[in-house]
């Protein structure tokens, strides 16, 4: 049996498919008698688009991420999956033209009329190899692409059997994809490890049975009438998920104009599903899909496969896809990846409350990039979402991580039923002081409602009426009821705030992103005086020395976030035998930090923002040296002493 897998555009060029990856090495473990290989779709579309229009890495990303709840990038395919090169463009602009600048909507719609011919060059060489079956993968703004490539190959070659998988057919959307694409054979629902090799097999041995009776199949009947199998009931254990085999990618990688444009990271994977989502589903959240069970490979061998990997491939860059670390790999992986002397650097999901020791045990190990899932710095618009961090937290997270060396990837989110203006104007009024810590990555955003979110399935948290998203009715010839089960966004009433506080908090945010490289707050704690230095445009000081006791205690204690009362409580049994310390007093001097741009304050909380100065200790030391050859100088110059420089 010959197996062939097909990863299609929109698929991220920089990245093999963890899917595909991962599949291959099933069948050639479980499946006697079978060879499987990995067509790069993805890689051939760049080089063919390349040799017949002006194209750049930039424009790809767009179609693959960038557009996403635009769906820009399966309209581009619906051309070639209804075999008509102006498939709906008269709908497309009419409904786009006001979402894309006059650049974008020119070049989509050129793609638009010209993939058709590529899908028909890619079946071509798909039925050149005389494969048995074909797979397709199917995440993001691949469906039409696969479909519309599966739809082709069993034109030119009935024989072949075709299979669909991945994000775009979990659950209902699986299903709906089997009732209505004829041509598709066979819909993978759920994780496939498991699923796909037992359908070659049953393929293989021409047994019906055996695949009727794979969970979360979807097959035909001998009558062709649709059947979908009820899905697995739980998800496969840790022990069950494979390594992936990337053979393939990187050689065909350096054969393609992509090579000028990325640099490749390898995809790795310790867990699935999240233990935070187990207790408490963020309201907006849609990832993870049937299965939200956390469940984690056992530190060797997740450490084994990130070595072979790396020592395989010669190549140091990774994408964790983890939706959010397992705190246990704090302890067991990361200090080996620390101790290996592989100079990795990765990218991971984590929760933002994590402290500051922790941070660092991940940027030593090299996971320097890192989405901690902000999405807001307002404890109200936090509890609303079930994150279970507060907005201090937040920030706490963006200044340890500029301390410890960690980029920050994180997003701003609004338009949660039950929030108000007044849960954003305090947080507006600080965003100058923030400057010098990581920015969102865009402009806040409006949530989207996503298929398998408690927004989706929980009406009663303030979204009713849900239909699919307005681009899903010009990419597809379905009847609402059907894109009802196969969308993944959908269209809602906008909740939460209106367009004037939005406005307000995108100008503070563009504000932020435009000041960030310049900016600056950092502090220097010497013992008897911490030193802060700031150059941020809204702040008219530069240089700061606390020397006070009960304000470099104060400082330092609100290192983690306190309230007044709790703040007080501790500066006052701190200074038990001094001068007595008020509340009226605590609250003054936080109130002027608020001012000063050194603390932030929200829900009650305040905390400190000023990262600690790169190599503390040699600072203190190179300080403590020139404040010693000043004192000498200016003593025998009869001076008073001079301010620390900034």
Same mark, same amino acid.
């Given at each position: 049996?010959?197996?062939? *897998?097909?990863?299609?555009?929109?698929?991220?060029?920089?990245?093999?498919?963890?899917?595909?990856?991962?599949?291959?090495?099933?069948?050639?473990?479980?499946?006697?008698?079978?060879?499987?290989?990995?067509?790069?779709?993805?890689?051939?579309?760049?080089?063919?688009?390349?040799?017949?229009?002006?194209?750049?890495?930039?424009?790809?990303?767009?179609?693959?991420?960038?557009?996403?709840?635009? $769906?820009? /990038?399966?309209?581009?395919?619906?051309?070639?999956?209804?075999?008509?090169?102006? &498939?709906?463009?008269?709908?497309?602009?009419?409904?786009?033209? #006001?979402?894309?600048?006059?650049?974008?909507?020119?070049?989509?719609?050129?793609?638009?009329? *010209?993939?058709?011919?590529?899908?028909?060059?890619?079946?071509?060489?798909?039925?050149?190899?005389?494969?048995?079956?074909?797979?397709?993968? #199917?995440?993001?703004?691949?469906?039409?692409?696969?479909?519309?490539?599966?739809?082709?190959?069993?034109?030119?070659?009935?024989?072949?059997?075709?299979?669909?998988?991945g994000a775009n057919c979990d659950a209902e959307q699986g299903a709906a994809v089997h009732r209505?694409?004829?041509?598709?054979?066979?819909?993978?629902?759920?994780?496939?490890?498991?699923?796909?090799?037992?359908?070659?097999?049953?393929?293989?041995?021409?047994?019906?049975?055996?695949?009727?009776?794979?969970?979360?199949?979807?097959?035909?009947?001998?009558?062709?009438?649709?059947?979908?199998?009820?899905?697995?009931?739980?998800?496969?254990?840790?022990?069950?998920?494979?390594?992936?085999?990337?053979?393939?990618?990187?050689?065909?990688?350096a054969a393609s104009v992509a090579r000028n444009w990325v640099e490749p990271k390898l995809v790795?994977?310790?867990?699935?599903?999240?233990? &935070?989502?187990?207790?408490?589903?963020?309201?907006?959240?849609?990832?993870?899909?049937?299965?939200?069970?956390?469940?984690?490979?056992?530190?060797?061998?997740? %450490?084994?496969?990130?070595?072979?990997?790396?020592?395989?491939?010669?190549?140091?860059?990774?994408?964790?896809?983890?939706?959010?670390?397992?705190?246990? =790999?704090?302890?067991?992986? @990361?200090?080996?990846?620390?101790?290996?002397? %592989?100079?990795?650097?990765?990218?991971?999901?984590?929760?933002?409350?994590?402290?500051?020791?922790?941070?660092?045990?991940?940027?030593?190990?090299?996971?320097?990039?890192?989405?901690? $899932?902000?999405?807001?710095?307002?404890?109200?618009?936090?509890?609303?979402?079930?994150?279970?961090?507060?907005?201090? +937290?937040?920030?706490?997270?963006?200044?340890?991580?500029?301390?410890?060396?960690?980029?920050?990837?994180?997003?701003?989110?609004?338009?949660?039923? /039950?929030?108000?203006?007044?849960?954003?104007?305090?947080?507006?009024?600080?965003?100058?002081?923030?400057?010098?810590?990581?920015?969102?990555?865009?402009?806040?955003?409006?949530?989207?409602?996503?298929?398998?979110?408690?927004?989706?399935?929980?009406?009663?948290?303030?979204?009713?009426?849900?239909?699919?998203?307005?681009? =899903?009715?010009?990419? %597809?010839?379905?009847?609402?009821?059907?894109?009802?089960?196969?969308? %993944?966004?959908?269209?809602?009433?906008?909740?939460?705030?209106?367009?004037?506080?939005?406005?307000?908090?995108?100008?503070?945010?563009?504000?932020?992103?435009?000041?960030?490289?310049?900016?600056?707050?950092?502090?220097?704690?010497?013992?008897?005086?911490?030193?802060?230095?700031?150059?941020?445009?809204?702040?008219?000081?530069?240089?700061? +020395?606390?020397?006070d006791p009960l304000e470099t205690a104060a400082f330092r204690l609100l290192d983690q976030p306190?309230?007044?009362?709790?703040?007080?409580?501790?500066?006052?049994?701190?200074?038990?035998?001094?001068?007595?310390?008020?509340?009226?007093?605590?609250?003054?001097?936080?109130?002027?930090?608020?001012? +000063?741009?050194?603390?932030?304050?929200?829900? $009650?909380?305040?905390?400190?923002?000023?990262?600690?100065?790169?190599?503390?200790?040699? @600072?203190?030391?190179?300080?403590?040296?020139?404040?010693?050859?000043?004192?000498?100088?200016?003593?025998?110059?009869?001076?008073?002493?001079?301010?620390?420089?900034?």
């Amino acid at each position: 049996m010959r197996v062939l *897998l097909v990863n299609m555009p929109w698929s991220p060029i920089d990245l093999p498919s963890l899917a595909l990856g991962i599949l291959k090495r099933s069948v050639d473990d479980h499946v006697q008698d079978a060879t499987c290989e990995v067509l790069h779709a993805n890689l051939e579309f760049t080089d063919w688009i390349t040799s017949r229009s002006e194209f750049t890495a930039e424009d790809y990303e767009y179609y693959a991420l960038s557009s996403y709840f635009l $769906g820009c /990038g399966d309209w581009v395919f619906s051309s070639a999956l209804y075999d008509d090169p102006a &498939w709906r463009d008269e709908q497309f602009v009419e409904v786009m033209t #006001s979402k894309l600048r006059r650049s974008r909507m020119r070049m989509t719609r050129e793609l638009h009329r *010209l993939v058709p011919e590529f899908v028909d060059e890619v079946a071509r060489r798909v039925v050149a190899l005389e494969p048995d079956v074909v797979g397709f993968t #199917s995440t993001f703004q691949q469906n039409t692409a696969a479909l519309a490539a599966a739809r082709r190959i069993k034109h030119l070659a009935p024989h072949v059997v075709t299979v669909m998988g991945g994000a775009n057919c979990d659950a209902e959307q699986g299903a709906a994809v089997h009732r209505n694409f004829p041509f598709v054979d066979y819909v993978v629902r759920g994780e496939g490890e498991d699923a796909f090799p037992r359908l070659l097999t049953a393929l293989r041995d021409k047994d019906p049975a055996a695949a009727a009776a794979i969970p979360g199949l979807c097959h035909r009947a001998p009558d062709s009438r649709h059947t979908a199998n009820p899905m697995p009931t739980g998800p496969l254990p840790p022990s069950a998920i494979l390594p992936p085999d990337y053979s393939g990618y990187f050689e065909r990688l350096a054969a393609s104009v992509a090579r000028n444009w990325v640099e490749p990271k390898l995809v790795v994977e310790g867990a699935r599903g999240c233990w &935070w989502g187990e207790k408490h589903h963020c309201t907006f959240c849609g990832l993870n899909g049937s299965f939200m069970e956390f469940r984690s490979k056992s530190p060797d061998v997740f %450490y084994q496969e990130i070595m072979d990997l790396a020592e395989r491939h010669q190549v140091l860059d990774m994408y964790v896809v983890d939706n959010i670390l397992d705190m246990r =790999y704090l302890s067991t992986v @990361l200090p080996r990846v620390i101790d290996s002397g %592989y100079d990795l650097r990765m990218h991971i999901e984590i929760k933002a409350n994590m402290r500051r020791a922790q941070l660092q045990v991940l940027a030593d190990a090299g996971l320097i990039y890192v989405q901690p $899932g902000i999405e807001s710095l307002n404890s109200r618009v936090l509890d609303l979402m079930d994150k279970g961090v507060s907005g201090c +937290q937040n920030v706490r997270m963006l200044r340890d991580a500029a301390e410890t060396g960690l980029s920050v990837s994180w997003n701003y989110l609004h338009g949660f039923p /039950g929030e108000t203006a007044d849960d954003y104007e305090p947080v507006i009024r600080q965003l100058p002081a923030l400057e010098h810590l990581n920015p969102p990555v865009d402009l806040s955003a409006r949530i989207a409602i996503e298929r398998f979110s408690p927004y989706f399935k929980r009406p009663e948290l303030g979204f009713t009426g849900l239909r699919p998203e307005e681009h =899903y009715l010009f990419t %597809y010839d379905l009847p609402e009821t059907e894109l009802h089960d196969l969308a %993944y966004v959908f269209q809602a009433p906008e909740r939460g705030i209106t367009e004037p506080t939005v406005t307000l908090l995108n100008d503070g945010i563009a504000a932020w992103k435009k000041h960030h490289a310049d900016a600056r707050l950092t502090h220097t704690d010497l013992g008897d005086r911490i030193v802060l230095v700031s150059r941020r445009p809204s702040f008219a000081w530069r240089t700061m +020395q606390l020397t006070d006791p009960l304000e470099t205690a104060a400082f330092r204690l609100l290192d983690q976030p306190h309230t007044v009362v709790a703040l007080h409580r501790k500066l006052a049994s701190a200074a038990a035998g001094d001068a007595p310390c008020t509340a009226e007093d605590v609250e003054a001097l936080l109130k002027e930090w608020v001012t +000063q741009g050194v603390v932030f304050t929200d829900a $009650g909380q305040y905390v400190h923002i000023a990262p600690a100065a790169v190599n503390q200790d040699l @600072l203190r030391l190179d300080y403590m040296r020139h404040a010693h050859t000043r004192s000498e100088a200016e003593a025998s110059a009869g001076t008073e002493p001079a301010p620390v420089p900034s």
